[in-house]
Every structure is written in structure tokens, then in C-alpha cells.
């Protein structure tokens, strides 16, 4: 017999660039996978039953087969997997790159590495889809009911057109000269509270949120035009607009509103939050000349301020040694 496989996966954040909380009801949304990283390496471990996973952020878990009390996002995606594979024993290290209740899809690329990492340290040859339903299970745990855009974006990558409940679409794009740079404000976030209010607060508007939804879907399509052409100046001010929307809803907060506008006024193309909103991180489009202008306006007010490529792959995973 071989000696046992160790294999590494490396899953990117997610940033919403058109879309988030209107998607909730059906709206078209568009997300990209951008380039901070979640990593894993899953080994045979030297001791123990299970499958146990090591983060820096939330320390050492045995995920599986007993239920933990934190990381149970895990257990939940490994009896699923369990359903169809045999399970062993393992160790998982992980270390991320990707600040915690940001709205940049943390949870989602934490499992995507765990389990593309595990899934290749047993030999599986699971599908991209087969992995995104299987982080979807763990997301179930995390956010209550998702849409599903953070899975579905950081297993597959690139641009996304997602529909919920209808699934979605690889787009070609291509923003040359322009990267994003996020900001994230470091107040912390509930998306499931910041969901519940957009919903209600769409029923008390009734006809007249019935229109803003019908906006957003327009703009989306606006979008999808702006970044088939290559057109960061259109795209920009289209993140204004979808801002403005998202502030309509009741998301924004005043943090938020000083990073949009310190963004814009240091020279981005455009700036909006992205994610649920009510904390949680912004993102601004801009030229690479004016990257450096834009971070500095926005570093002496985030907590953590990146500049990343828009459109990276999804989640990759190597066989590093053994068999
Ligand atoms: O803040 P995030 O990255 O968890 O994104 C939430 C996006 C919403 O549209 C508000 C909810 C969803 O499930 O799509």
C-alpha cells in the first residue's frame, strides 16, 4: 500500500458586485470571486478517530463523527458526504486570509477548503457542483437559509449571474485596468437581521418596493452589458446607483456611508457595500493609477483595507504527497 495522501485547497473570497439582499426575492444578482485566500491541508492525523480541524481563528475541533459545538457547519457537510463516501480520519489545518463577518464570504470559503482539501485526501473525485452543495449544507448552518451565491461563487469562481433557486451562469468579463479594493468597517453584522428587515421593510413599502425591485433587476442587466464590454467607468457608476438602492432598503450606516464616499471622492469609479450591509465591508472599483490614492483614503477609517483581482479561479486543490 501507498503512503497516504496530504493535499492542500485554496478557496477565494467573494465580493457581491450587483444584487445582494434583492436576490433574496428572486432578483438576478452578480458576485465574483476575488483574490483573498482560505487554505487547507488535510494529513493522516497522528492520533485519533475522527476528522479533526485546526483553524487559527477558532483553535482545534474534532468535526466528525461526534457533533461539536462550534465548527458544526462541518459535521453537518461530512454526514451528508457520509451519505455517499467512506468517511476516515483526518487531520485539517486551515489559515485564512479573509476577515470574519465582512460580508466576503468567510464560512463559505472555510468549508470549501476543508472539504475540497478532505475530499481530495480521500481520494474522492467529487464535481465542482457535487462541493458546492456539499458547502451550501455547511453555509445551511452558518446563515440560516442562504441564497446560495457564496457557495456557488467560491466553489466555481470567476463571474457569477446567480439566480436563486435557479442556479447561474459563468460570465466572460474582462475589467482591464481597474481592481477592486475592499474596505471592512469592522463593525459586526447580522446578515440574518439585516435580511429580516430588508423583507419587511419591502412589505411596508409595498407597491413602491415592488419598483425597487424591479430597478435592481434592471440593473443588473445593466451590469452584465457594462462588464461584458469591459466598461469599468459604466460599471462604477453603476455601483453607485445599486448603493443608492441598497440604501433604500436601510442597510447603510453611517460608517458605511464614510467609506462609499471617502472611496468616491479619492477617485474611484464607483463604491458600494457589498454583502448584507449594517457593518460588513465596501468595495470600490477603480483605475490602477488611483488604487493607491483610494487606499489611502480608506485606511485611516477601515479596520483592513485590500486591493484585490476581480475574477479569480474558484476553489483549487493539489495532491502534495502521497498516493
Ligand atoms: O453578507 P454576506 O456575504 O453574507 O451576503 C449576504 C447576501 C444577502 O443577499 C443579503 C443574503 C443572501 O443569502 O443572498
Not at 101 to 104: T, V, Y
Not at 143 to 147: A, E, F, L, R, V
Given at each position: 500500500m501507498g503512503s497516504p495522501r496530504v493535499c492542500r485547497a485554496s478557496a477565494p473570497a467573494k465580493v457581491i458586485l450587483f444584487g445582494e439582499h434583492f436576490v433574496v426575492e428572486g432578483v438576478p444578482a452578480i458576485a465574483a470571486a476575488v483574490s483573498l485566500y482560505t487554505t487547507a491541508v488535510a494529513r493522516q492525523p497522528g492520533e485519533g478517530g475522527g476528522v479533526r480541524v485546526c483553524s487559527e481563528g477558532y483553535g482545534c475541533r474534532e468535526v466528525w463523527p461526534s457533533k461539536p459545538s462550534s465548527m458544526s457547519q462541518l459535521y453537518h457537510a461530512l454526514e451528508k458526504l457520509a451519505c455517499t463516501a467512506k468517511l476516515r480520519p483526518a487531520l485539517v489545518e486551515v489559515s485564512s486570509e479573509i476577515p470574519v463577518?465582512?460580508?466576503?464570504g468567510s464560512s463559505a470559503a472555510f468549508a470549501a477548503a476543508v472539504l475540497a482539501a478532505y475530499t481530495c485526501y480521500l481520494g474522492l473525485e467529487l464535481s465542482r457542483e457535487q462541493l458546492s452543495e456539499l458547502v451550501y449544507e455547511a453555509e445551511r448552518v452558518v446563515?440560516?437559509?442562504?441564497?446560495g451565491i457564496d457557495n456557488t461563487t467560491i466553489v466555481h469562481g470567476g463571474f457569477i449571474l446567480f439566480e436563486k433557486g435557479k442556479g447561474f451562469h459563468r460570465l466572460e468579463a474582462k475589467l482591464r485596468g481597474s481592481k477592486l479594493v475592499i474596505a471592512f468597517s469592522v463593525v459586526a453584522r447580522s446578515p440574518g437581521e439585516a435580511v429580516r428587515r430588508v423583507l419587511e421593510r419591502k412589505k411596508r413599502l409595498g407597491r413602491l418596493g415592488d419598483d425597487l425591485y424591479e430597478l435592481a433587476k434592471r440593473l443588473v442587466l445593466e451590469a452584465l452589458a457594462a462588464l461584458r464590454a469591459g466598461d469599468p467607468v459604466r460599471l462604477g457608476e453603476l455601483m453607485d446607483v445599486n448603493h443608492g438602492l441598497l440604501n433604500a432598503l436601510g442597510v447603510s450606516t453611517p460608517v458605511i456611508e464614510e467609506l462609499v464616499y471617502a472611496a468616491r471622492r479619492a477617485g474611484a469609479l464607483g463604491a458600494k457595500l457589498t454583502?448584507?450591509?449594517?457593518?460588513g465591508s465596501i468595495i470600490a472599483l477603480a483605475w490602477e493609477d488611483d488604487v493607491d490614492k483610494v487606499v489611502k483614503a480608506l485606511s485611516s477609517k477601515a479596520a483592513s483595507v485590500y486591493v484585490t483581482e476581480l475574477g479569480v479561479p474558484g476553489v483549487t486543490w493539489t495532491v502534495l504527497s502521497g498516493c
Open positions: 463577518g465582512a460580508g466576503l446563515h440560516g437559509k442562504p441564497s454583502g448584507a450591509g449594517l457593518g
